[in-house]
Nanobody, 123 residues
């Protein structure tokens, strides 16, 4: 199993940007597909973005397409979620996920999750 630690959350005004980071340890990071989910108060956890182990394939949820990007630095064992043009609806706890394939992490079936980082977008 891999340990995941998210960082980079905070409070930002609508229209602003944040970059979340997820540091992985305990397994060979370059073999893992990585994903981001989020959970707003009173709502189910929902998929945000995912990337293959090599970075050649990505998936994005419709609400974030064109605004969010995902990328990874295998030398730093880190995956990033760049969030631009933030909206109040993006307010949630964001979780990092690791799994064996893009399909696995997109479906939320990864075997490792971080503790989450809070993102609050004010209007």
């Amino acid at each position: 199993q891999v340990q995941l630690i998210e960082s980079g959350g905070g409070v930002v005004q609508a229209g602003g940007s944040l970059r979340l980071s997820c540091l992985a340890s305990g397994r060979t990071f370059s073999t893992l597909a990585m994903g981001w989910f989020r959970q707003a108060p009173g709502k189910e956890r929902e998929f945000v973005a995912a990337m293959t182990y090599g970075g050649g394939g990505t998936n994005f949820a419709d609400p974030v397409k064109g605004r969010f990007s995902i990328y990874r630095d295998n030398a730093k064992n880190t995956v990033y979620l760049q969030m631009n043009s933030l909206k109040p609806d993006d307010t949630a706890v964001y979780y990092c996920e690791a799994g064996s394939s893009l399909a696995v992490v997109t479906s939320g079936q990864g075997d490792s999750w971080g503790q989450g980082t809070q993102v609050t977008v004010s209007s």
